[in-house]
Protein backbone atom coordinates (compact mmCIF):
# COMPACT_ATOMS: atom_id res chain seq x y z
CA UNK A 1 0.00 0.00 0.00
CA UNK A 2 1.47 3.25 -0.95
CA UNK A 3 1.96 5.75 1.95
CA UNK A 4 0.03 8.64 1.34
CA UNK A 5 -0.26 10.30 4.61
CA UNK A 6 3.22 10.49 6.92
CA UNK A 7 4.47 11.45 9.96
CA UNK A 8 6.99 13.56 11.10
CA UNK A 9 7.85 12.50 14.39
CA UNK A 10 9.95 15.34 15.53
CA UNK A 11 7.00 17.85 15.47
CA UNK A 12 4.44 15.19 16.68
CA UNK A 13 3.48 16.12 19.98
CA UNK A 14 1.39 13.35 20.93
CA UNK A 15 -2.19 15.42 21.44
CA UNK A 16 -4.38 12.80 20.26
CA UNK A 17 -5.82 15.00 17.88
CA UNK A 18 -5.28 12.80 15.16
CA UNK A 19 -6.96 9.71 16.09
CA UNK A 20 -9.89 12.45 17.43
CA UNK A 21 -10.77 12.87 14.07
CA UNK A 22 -9.65 9.57 11.84
CA UNK A 23 -12.92 7.58 10.56
CA UNK A 24 -10.34 4.50 10.33
CA UNK A 25 -9.81 3.17 14.14
CA UNK A 26 -7.12 0.87 13.08
CA UNK A 27 -4.78 3.59 11.23
CA UNK A 28 -2.93 5.10 13.63
CA UNK A 29 -0.59 3.47 16.12
CA UNK A 30 0.93 5.27 19.47
CA UNK A 31 4.53 4.67 20.37
CA UNK A 32 7.35 5.34 23.06
CA UNK A 33 10.82 7.17 20.87
CA UNK A 34 14.15 6.25 22.24
CA UNK A 35 13.97 9.50 23.89
CA UNK A 36 10.86 8.51 26.16
CA UNK A 37 8.81 11.00 23.99
CA UNK A 38 5.26 9.44 22.57
CA UNK A 39 3.84 9.84 19.01
CA UNK A 40 1.77 8.83 16.76
CA UNK A 41 2.35 7.33 13.92
CA UNK A 42 0.55 5.38 10.81
CA UNK A 43 -0.68 2.10 9.85
CA UNK A 44 -0.69 2.54 6.10
CA UNK A 45 -2.91 -0.68 5.32
CA UNK A 46 -5.57 0.69 7.56
CA UNK A 47 -4.86 4.61 6.28
CA UNK A 48 -7.92 5.40 4.02
CA UNK A 49 -6.13 9.03 3.23
CA UNK A 50 -8.59 10.95 4.03
CA UNK A 51 -7.06 13.75 5.04
CA UNK A 52 -8.60 14.74 8.22
CA UNK A 53 -6.00 14.37 10.95
CA UNK A 54 -3.49 16.46 7.99
CA UNK A 55 -6.32 19.43 8.69
CA UNK A 56 -6.38 19.25 12.60
CA UNK A 57 -2.79 19.18 13.10
CA UNK A 58 -1.80 21.89 14.62
CA UNK A 59 1.68 20.83 15.23
CA UNK A 60 2.36 20.11 11.31
CA UNK A 61 2.77 16.76 12.11
CA UNK A 62 1.03 15.22 9.36
CA UNK A 63 1.45 15.94 5.77
CA UNK A 64 0.62 13.86 2.50
CA UNK A 65 2.41 12.88 -0.80
CA UNK A 66 1.32 13.19 -4.20
CA UNK A 67 2.87 12.63 -7.73
CA UNK A 68 3.62 16.74 -8.65
CA UNK A 69 7.06 16.77 -8.88
CA UNK A 70 6.90 13.26 -10.46
CA UNK A 71 4.84 14.47 -13.05
CA UNK A 72 6.50 17.43 -14.13
CA UNK A 73 9.80 15.57 -14.24
CA UNK A 74 8.11 12.68 -16.70
CA UNK A 75 6.32 15.44 -18.75
CA UNK A 76 9.58 16.66 -20.74
CA UNK A 77 10.27 12.91 -21.37
CA UNK A 78 6.67 11.24 -22.12
CA UNK A 79 3.02 12.18 -23.75
CA UNK A 80 0.94 12.94 -21.35
CA UNK A 81 -2.89 14.16 -20.98
CA UNK A 82 -4.15 15.96 -18.35
CA UNK A 83 -8.12 15.87 -16.87
CA UNK A 84 -9.03 18.46 -14.39
CA UNK A 85 -11.21 17.34 -11.45
CA UNK A 86 -14.73 19.64 -11.53
CA UNK A 87 -13.53 21.53 -8.00
CA UNK A 88 -10.79 23.32 -9.93
CA UNK A 89 -12.86 25.94 -10.03
CA UNK A 90 -12.92 26.30 -6.18
CA UNK A 91 -9.29 26.02 -5.77
CA UNK A 92 -8.27 28.33 -8.47
CA UNK A 93 -11.49 31.29 -8.50
CA UNK A 94 -11.74 33.40 -11.08
CA UNK A 95 -8.41 32.11 -12.81
CA UNK A 96 -8.74 28.24 -13.68
CA UNK A 97 -9.00 28.63 -17.60
CA UNK A 98 -5.48 30.48 -17.13
CA UNK A 99 -4.04 27.36 -15.42
CA UNK A 100 -5.71 25.03 -18.02
CA UNK A 101 -4.12 27.44 -20.76
CA UNK A 102 -0.72 27.04 -19.01
CA UNK A 103 -0.77 23.44 -19.15
CA UNK A 104 -1.31 23.65 -22.61
CA UNK A 105 0.97 25.63 -23.49
CA UNK A 106 3.83 23.66 -21.23
CA UNK A 107 3.77 20.23 -22.63
CA UNK A 108 0.81 18.56 -22.00
CA UNK A 109 -0.80 16.75 -24.71
CA UNK A 110 -4.41 17.54 -24.17
CA UNK A 111 -7.05 19.22 -21.86
CA UNK A 112 -9.79 17.31 -20.81
CA UNK A 113 -12.61 17.85 -18.33
CA UNK A 114 -13.57 16.14 -15.60
CA UNK A 115 -16.73 18.12 -15.18
CA UNK A 116 -18.21 15.42 -18.79
CA UNK A 117 -16.76 12.43 -17.01
CA UNK A 118 -19.35 13.55 -14.23
CA UNK A 119 -21.67 13.32 -16.66
CA UNK A 120 -21.45 10.16 -17.94
CA UNK A 121 -20.83 9.38 -14.30
CA UNK A 122 -24.45 10.40 -13.79
CA UNK A 123 -25.69 8.71 -17.53
CA UNK A 124 -24.37 5.91 -16.07
CA UNK A 125 -25.69 5.56 -12.96
CA UNK A 126 -29.27 6.57 -14.91
CA UNK A 127 -28.74 3.49 -17.51
CA UNK A 128 -27.79 1.50 -14.85
CA UNK A 129 -31.13 2.11 -12.28
CA UNK A 130 -33.17 1.87 -15.59
CA UNK A 131 -31.51 -1.51 -16.76
CA UNK A 132 -31.97 -3.27 -12.77
CA UNK A 133 -28.20 -2.98 -12.44
CA UNK A 134 -28.09 -0.95 -9.35
CA UNK A 135 -30.72 -1.27 -7.55
CA UNK A 136 -29.55 -0.09 -3.74
CA UNK A 137 -25.91 1.53 -4.40
CA UNK A 138 -23.30 3.41 -2.05
CA UNK A 139 -21.81 6.26 -4.62
CA UNK A 140 -18.44 5.58 -5.05
CA UNK A 141 -16.22 8.63 -6.10
CA UNK A 142 -14.65 9.52 -3.14
CA UNK A 143 -11.95 7.13 -2.61
CA UNK A 144 -11.42 7.40 0.72
CA UNK A 145 -15.11 5.95 1.20
CA UNK A 146 -14.55 3.10 -1.36
CA UNK A 147 -11.26 2.16 1.21
CA UNK A 148 -13.23 2.10 4.08
CA UNK A 149 -15.53 -0.22 2.29
CA UNK A 150 -13.23 -2.53 1.63
CA UNK A 151 -11.49 -2.25 4.96
CA UNK A 152 -14.77 -2.31 7.38
CA UNK A 153 -17.25 -3.67 5.31
CA UNK A 154 -15.75 -5.86 2.57
CA UNK A 155 -19.05 -8.10 2.31
CA UNK A 156 -21.14 -4.31 1.43
CA UNK A 157 -18.71 -3.54 -0.92
CA UNK A 158 -21.19 -5.36 -3.40
CA UNK A 159 -23.23 -2.54 -2.65
CA UNK A 160 -21.00 0.41 -3.70
CA UNK A 161 -22.05 1.67 -7.00
CA UNK A 162 -21.00 -0.23 -10.53
CA UNK A 163 -20.25 2.83 -12.07
CA UNK A 164 -16.81 4.22 -11.88
CA UNK A 165 -16.32 7.90 -10.96
CA UNK A 166 -16.42 10.86 -12.85
CA UNK A 167 -12.67 11.19 -13.08
CA UNK A 168 -12.38 7.15 -14.23
CA UNK A 169 -15.04 7.82 -16.95
CA UNK A 170 -13.56 10.73 -18.74
CA UNK A 171 -10.58 8.66 -18.76
CA UNK A 172 -12.62 5.47 -20.47
CA UNK A 173 -14.20 8.20 -22.59
CA UNK A 174 -11.09 9.35 -23.70
CA UNK A 175 -9.12 6.01 -24.24
CA UNK A 176 -12.62 4.60 -25.85
CA UNK A 177 -13.75 7.34 -27.86
CA UNK A 178 -10.93 9.48 -28.63
CA UNK A 179 -8.40 7.13 -29.29
CA UNK A 180 -5.70 8.43 -26.90
CA UNK A 181 -4.28 5.92 -24.98
CA UNK A 182 -1.54 7.95 -23.32
CA UNK A 183 -0.23 8.57 -19.87
CA UNK A 184 -3.26 10.21 -17.72
CA UNK A 185 -2.61 12.70 -15.01
CA UNK A 186 -5.72 14.39 -12.86
CA UNK A 187 -5.52 17.43 -10.87
CA UNK A 188 -7.55 16.28 -8.22
CA UNK A 189 -8.22 17.90 -4.24
CA UNK A 190 -7.90 14.61 -2.89
CA UNK A 191 -4.69 12.44 -1.85
CA UNK A 192 -6.71 9.36 -1.42
CA UNK A 193 -7.70 9.95 -5.39
CA UNK A 194 -4.18 7.83 -5.57
CA UNK A 195 -6.07 4.86 -4.07
CA UNK A 196 -8.79 5.07 -6.85
CA UNK A 197 -5.73 5.04 -9.57
CA UNK A 198 -3.99 2.45 -8.32
CA UNK A 199 -6.89 0.08 -7.92
CA UNK A 200 -8.33 0.84 -11.90
CA UNK A 201 -4.85 2.32 -13.54
CA UNK A 202 -7.08 4.75 -14.99
CA UNK A 203 -4.43 7.33 -13.99
CA UNK A 204 -0.80 7.32 -13.35
CA UNK A 205 -0.45 10.91 -11.54
CA UNK A 206 -2.43 12.43 -8.62
CA UNK A 207 -1.71 16.38 -9.01
CA UNK A 208 -3.42 18.27 -5.97
CA UNK A 209 -3.76 21.61 -6.52
CA UNK A 210 -2.25 22.65 -2.75
CA UNK A 211 0.74 21.09 -4.11
CA UNK A 212 0.47 22.95 -7.63
CA UNK A 213 -0.32 25.72 -5.90
CA UNK A 214 3.37 25.73 -4.60
CA UNK A 215 4.99 24.41 -7.26
CA UNK A 216 3.39 27.79 -9.10
CA UNK A 217 4.98 30.17 -6.37
CA UNK A 218 8.06 28.37 -6.46
CA UNK A 219 8.12 29.11 -10.08
CA UNK A 220 6.82 32.31 -9.44
CA UNK A 221 4.30 32.05 -11.70
CA UNK A 222 1.21 34.16 -10.84
CA UNK A 223 -2.46 34.08 -12.60
CA UNK A 224 -3.93 36.65 -11.32
CA UNK A 225 -2.76 38.96 -14.04
CA UNK A 226 -5.11 37.04 -16.37
CA UNK A 227 -8.36 36.71 -14.76
CA UNK A 228 -11.29 35.62 -16.65
CA UNK A 229 -14.72 36.39 -15.98
CA UNK A 230 -17.17 33.51 -17.47
CA UNK A 231 -17.21 29.86 -16.50
CA UNK A 232 -16.00 28.46 -19.65
CA UNK A 233 -12.80 27.04 -21.54
CA UNK A 234 -12.01 25.35 -24.90
CA UNK A 235 -11.45 21.62 -23.87
CA UNK A 236 -9.37 19.52 -26.28
CA UNK A 237 -11.79 17.02 -28.38
CA UNK A 238 -14.71 17.55 -26.68
CA UNK A 239 -17.09 19.93 -25.36
CA UNK A 240 -17.23 21.19 -21.90
CA UNK A 241 -19.31 19.22 -18.91
CA UNK A 242 -22.52 20.35 -18.28
CA UNK A 243 -24.24 19.38 -14.30
CA UNK A 244 -21.71 17.65 -13.79
CA UNK A 245 -19.90 20.54 -12.75
CA UNK A 246 -21.85 20.56 -9.12
CA UNK A 247 -20.23 16.83 -8.46
CA UNK A 248 -17.95 18.80 -5.84
CA UNK A 249 -20.70 19.42 -4.09
CA UNK A 250 -22.72 17.65 -1.00
CA UNK A 251 -25.86 16.25 -3.33
CA UNK A 252 -24.06 16.53 -6.39
CA UNK A 253 -24.43 13.38 -7.63
CA UNK A 254 -28.37 13.27 -5.87
CA UNK A 255 -29.05 16.38 -7.92
CA UNK A 256 -28.13 15.31 -11.19
CA UNK A 257 -29.60 12.16 -10.60
CA UNK A 258 -33.13 13.95 -9.71
CA UNK A 259 -32.95 15.97 -12.67
CA UNK A 260 -33.52 12.62 -14.98
CA UNK A 261 -35.09 10.63 -12.48
CA UNK A 262 -37.19 12.78 -10.49
CA UNK A 263 -38.85 10.30 -8.36
CA UNK A 264 -35.95 8.61 -7.16
CA UNK A 265 -34.97 7.76 -3.26
CA UNK A 266 -31.37 9.63 -3.36
CA UNK A 267 -29.96 10.98 0.31
CA UNK A 268 -26.37 12.56 0.76
CA UNK A 269 -24.21 12.92 3.22
CA UNK A 270 -20.57 14.23 4.22
CA UNK A 271 -17.94 14.99 6.73
CA UNK A 272 -16.56 12.49 9.16
CA UNK A 273 -20.08 11.77 10.50
CA UNK A 274 -20.61 9.68 7.28
CA UNK A 275 -18.39 7.16 8.28
CA UNK A 276 -21.02 6.43 10.94
CA UNK A 277 -23.53 6.48 8.47
CA UNK A 278 -22.16 3.65 6.09
CA UNK A 279 -21.62 1.48 9.78
CA UNK A 280 -25.54 2.05 10.32
CA UNK A 281 -26.10 1.36 6.18
CA UNK A 282 -25.05 -1.93 6.62
CA UNK A 283 -26.39 -2.93 9.50
CA UNK A 284 -29.60 -2.40 8.00
CA UNK A 285 -31.62 -5.04 5.68
CA UNK A 286 -31.62 -4.05 2.03
CA UNK A 287 -35.34 -3.20 1.46
CA UNK A 288 -34.67 -0.22 3.98
CA UNK A 289 -31.32 0.83 1.96
CA UNK A 290 -32.17 4.33 -0.01
CA UNK A 291 -31.83 3.84 -3.73
CA UNK A 292 -28.75 6.10 -3.48
CA UNK A 293 -26.58 6.83 -0.88
CA UNK A 294 -23.86 9.61 -1.66
CA UNK A 295 -20.91 9.40 1.07
CA UNK A 296 -18.81 12.34 0.91
CA UNK A 297 -15.46 12.46 3.02
CA UNK A 298 -14.62 15.60 3.35
CA UNK A 299 -17.28 18.17 5.13
CA UNK A 300 -18.53 20.53 2.30
CA UNK A 301 -17.59 18.25 -0.54
CA UNK A 302 -14.27 18.12 -2.51
CA UNK A 303 -13.89 21.60 -2.04
CA UNK A 304 -13.00 21.76 1.06
CA UNK A 305 -10.73 18.59 0.82
CA UNK A 306 -7.02 18.80 2.29
CA UNK A 307 -5.49 18.44 -1.13
CA UNK A 308 -7.34 21.74 -2.42
CA UNK A 309 -5.13 24.13 -1.08
CA UNK A 310 -7.64 27.11 0.10
CA UNK A 311 -7.16 27.12 3.76
CA UNK A 312 -5.89 30.76 4.53
CA UNK A 313 -7.73 32.40 1.10
CA UNK A 314 -11.37 30.82 0.85
CA UNK A 315 -13.99 30.23 3.20
CA UNK A 316 -16.61 27.27 3.47
CA UNK A 317 -19.41 29.80 2.22
CA UNK A 318 -17.09 31.73 -0.40
CA UNK A 319 -16.86 27.97 -2.47
CA UNK A 320 -20.33 27.31 -2.11
CA UNK A 321 -21.23 30.78 -3.77
CA UNK A 322 -18.90 29.88 -6.57
CA UNK A 323 -20.21 26.36 -6.82
CA UNK A 324 -23.67 27.65 -7.12
CA UNK A 325 -22.64 30.22 -10.11
CA UNK A 326 -21.21 27.13 -11.81
CA UNK A 327 -24.57 25.36 -11.09
CA UNK A 328 -26.19 28.33 -12.68
CA UNK A 329 -24.08 28.60 -15.71
CA UNK A 330 -24.60 24.87 -16.35
CA UNK A 331 -28.33 24.37 -16.14
CA UNK A 332 -27.73 26.95 -18.95
CA UNK A 333 -25.97 25.15 -21.06
CA UNK A 334 -27.87 22.00 -20.64
CA UNK A 335 -29.61 20.94 -23.54
CA UNK A 336 -32.81 19.03 -23.40
CA UNK A 337 -34.68 17.59 -26.68
CA UNK A 338 -38.96 18.38 -27.50
CA UNK A 339 -39.57 15.01 -25.57
CA UNK A 340 -37.71 16.38 -22.47
CA UNK A 341 -34.68 14.09 -23.28
CA UNK A 342 -31.47 15.18 -21.92
CA UNK A 343 -29.53 15.60 -25.36
CA UNK A 344 -26.61 14.55 -23.97
CA UNK A 345 -27.31 11.49 -23.00
CA UNK A 346 -28.58 11.15 -26.27
CA UNK A 347 -24.30 11.13 -27.37
CA UNK A 348 -23.49 8.98 -24.80
CA UNK A 349 -26.48 6.44 -25.72
CA UNK A 350 -24.56 6.26 -29.72
CA UNK A 351 -21.05 6.29 -28.33
CA UNK A 352 -20.48 4.87 -25.05
CA UNK A 353 -20.85 1.17 -24.13
CA UNK A 354 -22.56 1.14 -20.46
CA UNK A 355 -20.28 -2.23 -19.32
CA UNK A 356 -17.05 -0.41 -20.01
CA UNK A 357 -17.98 2.08 -17.06
CA UNK A 358 -18.34 -0.88 -14.56
CA UNK A 359 -15.80 -1.36 -11.61
CA UNK A 360 -14.98 -4.22 -9.20
CA UNK A 361 -13.76 -3.94 -5.99
CA UNK A 362 -11.29 -5.76 -3.64
CA UNK A 363 -12.96 -7.10 -0.55
CA UNK A 364 -10.27 -8.96 1.34
CA UNK A 365 -10.61 -6.32 4.17
CA UNK A 366 -10.74 -7.69 7.83
CA UNK A 367 -11.21 -5.53 11.02
CA UNK A 368 -9.27 -6.42 14.22
CA UNK A 369 -10.79 -8.75 16.91
CA UNK A 370 -12.62 -7.74 19.55
CA UNK A 371 -11.57 -8.75 22.45
CA UNK A 372 -12.87 -10.94 25.41
CA UNK A 373 -14.36 -9.80 28.49
CA UNK A 374 -11.46 -11.37 30.68
CA UNK A 375 -9.28 -9.80 28.05
CA UNK A 376 -10.47 -6.32 28.44
CA UNK A 377 -10.24 -6.57 32.11
CA UNK A 378 -6.60 -7.25 31.78
CA UNK A 379 -6.29 -3.98 30.35
CA UNK A 380 -8.72 -2.13 32.56
CA UNK A 381 -6.68 -3.49 35.45
CA UNK A 382 -3.04 -1.33 33.75
CA UNK A 383 -5.29 1.67 33.64
CA UNK A 384 -6.29 0.86 37.16
CA UNK A 385 -9.72 1.79 36.03
CA UNK A 386 -11.48 -1.08 38.37
CA UNK A 387 -14.26 0.15 38.71
CA UNK A 388 -17.92 0.99 36.24
CA UNK A 389 -17.63 4.75 36.95
CA UNK A 390 -13.60 4.62 36.43
CA UNK A 391 -14.30 2.91 32.71
CA UNK A 392 -17.33 5.19 31.67
CA UNK A 393 -15.45 8.66 32.38
CA UNK A 394 -15.03 8.89 28.52
CA UNK A 395 -12.76 12.23 28.90
CA UNK A 396 -11.67 11.79 24.93
CA UNK A 397 -7.98 13.20 26.06
CA UNK A 398 -6.49 10.42 24.53
CA UNK A 399 -8.64 10.65 21.11
CA UNK A 400 -11.08 8.05 21.13
CA UNK A 401 -14.85 9.13 21.99
CA UNK A 402 -15.26 6.46 25.01
CA UNK A 403 -12.61 4.33 27.38
CA UNK A 404 -13.68 1.47 26.20
CA UNK A 405 -12.33 2.31 22.81
CA UNK A 406 -9.19 3.23 24.52
CA UNK A 407 -8.72 -0.19 26.33
CA UNK A 408 -9.52 -2.14 22.74
CA UNK A 409 -6.85 0.18 21.16
CA UNK A 410 -4.38 -0.73 24.16
CA UNK A 411 -5.38 -4.51 23.92
CA UNK A 412 -5.06 -4.68 19.74
CA UNK A 413 -1.03 -2.68 20.18
CA UNK A 414 -2.31 0.74 18.54
CA UNK A 415 -2.01 2.45 21.96
CA UNK A 416 -0.15 2.55 25.64
CA UNK A 417 -1.92 2.81 29.25
CA UNK A 418 0.76 5.54 29.54
CA UNK A 419 -1.57 7.84 26.79
CA UNK A 420 -4.62 7.83 29.04
CA UNK A 421 -3.90 11.01 31.58
CA UNK A 422 -5.38 9.56 34.62
CA UNK A 423 -3.41 6.10 34.36
CA UNK A 424 -0.43 8.70 33.38
CA UNK A 425 -0.89 10.78 36.26
CA UNK A 426 -1.62 8.19 39.47
CA UNK A 427 2.05 6.58 37.30
CA UNK A 428 3.64 9.60 37.49
CA UNK A 429 3.20 10.09 41.12
CA UNK A 430 0.79 12.45 40.78
CA UNK A 431 -2.77 12.39 42.65
CA UNK A 432 -4.23 9.00 42.04
CA UNK A 433 -7.93 9.08 40.50
CA UNK A 434 -10.46 9.22 43.14
CA UNK A 435 -12.07 5.32 43.18
CA UNK A 436 -15.27 4.68 45.30
CA UNK A 437 -18.40 2.81 44.58
CA UNK A 438 -21.47 4.41 43.17
CA UNK A 439 -24.72 2.71 44.76
CA UNK A 440 -28.10 3.15 42.15
CA UNK A 441 -29.95 5.24 44.54
CA UNK A 442 -27.20 7.15 45.46
CA UNK A 443 -28.32 10.43 43.54
CA UNK A 444 -26.12 13.01 45.31
CA UNK A 445 -22.90 11.18 44.76
CA UNK A 446 -23.98 10.59 40.95
CA UNK A 447 -24.62 14.57 40.86
CA UNK A 448 -20.85 15.03 42.14
CA UNK A 449 -19.55 12.63 39.92
CA UNK A 450 -21.30 14.89 37.07
CA UNK A 451 -19.63 17.81 38.18
CA UNK A 452 -16.17 16.17 38.53
CA UNK A 453 -16.62 14.90 34.83
CA UNK A 454 -17.68 18.45 33.39
CA UNK A 455 -14.69 19.92 35.48
CA UNK A 456 -12.41 16.76 34.34
CA UNK A 457 -13.22 17.90 30.49
CA UNK A 458 -12.33 21.40 31.12
CA UNK A 459 -9.17 20.63 32.45
CA UNK A 460 -8.30 18.88 29.24
CA UNK A 461 -9.31 21.51 27.08
CA UNK A 462 -6.87 23.75 28.50
CA UNK A 463 -4.31 21.53 28.55
CA UNK A 464 -5.07 21.32 24.88
CA UNK A 465 -5.01 24.98 24.58
CA UNK A 466 -1.72 25.15 26.59
CA UNK A 467 -0.19 22.71 24.15
CA UNK A 468 -1.20 24.67 21.25
CA UNK A 469 -0.15 28.29 22.54
CA UNK A 470 3.70 26.52 23.27
CA UNK A 471 4.15 25.44 20.16
CA UNK A 472 3.14 28.86 18.92
CA UNK A 473 5.23 30.80 20.79
CA UNK A 474 8.30 28.36 20.03
CA UNK A 475 7.47 28.89 16.17
CA UNK A 476 7.41 32.79 16.98
CA UNK A 477 10.64 32.85 18.99
CA UNK A 478 12.39 31.30 15.61
CA UNK A 479 10.89 33.37 13.10
CA UNK A 480 11.94 36.36 15.91
CA UNK A 481 15.77 35.16 16.49
CA UNK A 482 16.17 35.13 12.75
CA UNK A 483 14.77 38.44 11.85
CA UNK A 484 17.04 39.42 14.91
CA UNK A 485 19.87 38.60 12.92
CA UNK A 486 18.12 40.43 9.66
CA UNK A 487 17.71 43.40 11.73
CA UNK A 488 21.21 43.27 13.03
CA UNK A 489 22.97 42.76 9.58
CA UNK A 490 20.73 45.99 8.03
CA UNK A 491 21.78 47.94 11.03
CA UNK A 492 26.03 47.08 10.57
CA UNK A 493 25.04 48.00 6.43
CA UNK A 494 23.99 51.15 7.29
CA UNK A 495 26.81 52.10 10.16
CA UNK A 496 29.53 51.17 7.42
CA UNK A 497 27.68 52.89 4.92
CA UNK A 498 27.76 56.15 6.62
CA UNK A 499 30.95 55.54 7.80
CA UNK A 500 32.57 55.02 4.04
CA UNK A 501 31.37 58.19 2.62
CA UNK A 502 32.04 61.58 3.68
CA UNK A 503 28.71 63.45 2.95
CA UNK A 504 24.99 62.00 2.09
CA UNK A 505 24.65 63.61 -1.53
CA UNK A 506 21.53 62.82 -3.81
CA UNK A 507 23.86 60.41 -5.37
CA UNK A 508 24.14 57.81 -2.21
CA UNK A 509 20.89 59.01 -0.69
CA UNK A 510 18.49 56.77 -2.63
CA UNK A 511 20.74 53.72 -1.83
CA UNK A 512 20.40 54.83 2.10
CA UNK A 513 16.87 55.47 1.77
CA UNK A 514 16.51 51.66 0.37
CA UNK A 515 18.14 50.49 3.11
CA UNK A 516 16.69 52.03 5.91
CA UNK A 517 12.76 50.94 3.99
CA UNK A 518 14.11 47.45 4.48
CA UNK A 519 15.09 48.03 8.13
CA UNK A 520 11.93 49.12 9.34
CA UNK A 521 9.93 46.10 7.11
CA UNK A 522 12.30 44.23 9.35
CA UNK A 523 11.48 46.08 12.41
CA UNK A 524 8.05 45.51 11.90
CA UNK A 525 8.27 41.53 11.23
CA UNK A 526 10.37 40.73 14.32
CA UNK A 527 7.70 43.21 16.12
CA UNK A 528 4.47 41.02 14.86
CA UNK A 529 6.20 38.03 15.89
CA UNK A 530 7.27 39.39 19.29
CA UNK A 531 3.22 40.57 19.39
CA UNK A 532 2.48 36.58 19.00
CA UNK A 533 4.56 35.46 21.35
CA UNK A 534 3.30 37.57 24.17
CA UNK A 535 0.01 36.93 23.12
CA UNK A 536 0.84 33.16 23.24
CA UNK A 537 2.08 34.16 27.16
CA UNK A 538 -0.72 35.65 28.06
CA UNK A 539 -2.84 32.17 27.02
CA UNK A 540 -0.57 30.20 28.81
CA UNK A 541 -1.00 32.23 31.64
CA UNK A 542 -4.70 32.41 31.68
CA UNK A 543 -5.27 28.81 31.16
CA UNK A 544 -3.05 27.86 33.95
CA UNK A 545 -4.94 30.00 36.23
CA UNK A 546 -7.72 28.56 34.39
CA UNK A 547 -6.34 24.82 35.04
CA UNK A 548 -5.15 25.89 38.89
CA UNK A 549 -9.18 27.04 39.48
CA UNK A 550 -10.46 24.05 38.06
CA UNK A 551 -8.16 21.11 39.91
CA UNK A 552 -9.08 23.56 43.31
CA UNK A 553 -12.81 22.44 42.20
CA UNK A 554 -12.05 19.21 41.39
CA UNK A 555 -10.29 18.14 44.79
CA UNK A 556 -13.50 19.98 46.43
CA UNK A 557 -15.80 17.82 44.49
CA UNK A 558 -14.03 14.74 45.26
CA UNK A 559 -13.72 15.42 49.31
CA UNK A 560 -17.01 16.33 49.32
CA UNK A 561 -17.93 12.57 46.93
CA UNK A 562 -15.71 10.69 49.85
CA UNK A 563 -17.30 12.48 52.37
CA UNK A 564 -21.29 11.49 50.93
CA UNK A 565 -20.62 8.14 50.50
CA UNK A 566 -18.39 7.70 53.66
CA UNK A 567 -21.54 9.05 55.87
CA UNK A 568 -24.20 6.86 53.77
CA UNK A 569 -22.04 3.93 54.77
Excluded at 81 to 104: C, M, R
Excluded at 260 to 274: C, F, W, Y
Excluded at 357 to 365: A, I, P, T, V, W
Excluded at 408 to 436: D, E, L, Q
Amino acid sequence: MTELISVNEERCIGCNACIRVCPSPEANTVKVLENGKTVTVINNEKCIACGECVKVCKAKARDYDDDTDKFFKDLKERKIIVIAHPSIKTAFPGTWQAVLKWFKQNGADGVYDGSYGADICTWGYVRAIEQGNAKNVISQHCPAVVRYMELYHPDETRDLSPVHSPVSCEAIYIRDFIKKNYAVAVLTPCPAMKLEFESTGHAEYNITFKRLKEYFRRKKIDFNKSIEGDQHYDFDDQVQGCMGGIFPTPGGLRYNLSINMPDIIAVSSDGTKVYKELDEYCELPSHRHPQVFEALSCSGGCGCGCGIGNEDDQTALEIKSIMREVEIDARGRRKTALNGVDKQFKIFDDRINPRSLMRNYESGGKAAPEPSDRELEEVYAKLGKTNEYDRKIDCGACGYKSCAEMAKAIYAGRNIPANCIRCAKASSGGAAPVTVSHPADNGKSAEIAEKVSGFATNLLADIENIYASLYNIDSSNQKSASMSGIVVGILEKVVGFCSSVESIDSDNLPMLVSTLEKLQSAVSSLNENITECANGSATIREAMQAVADATTQLNVMAQDMVSSVSDKY
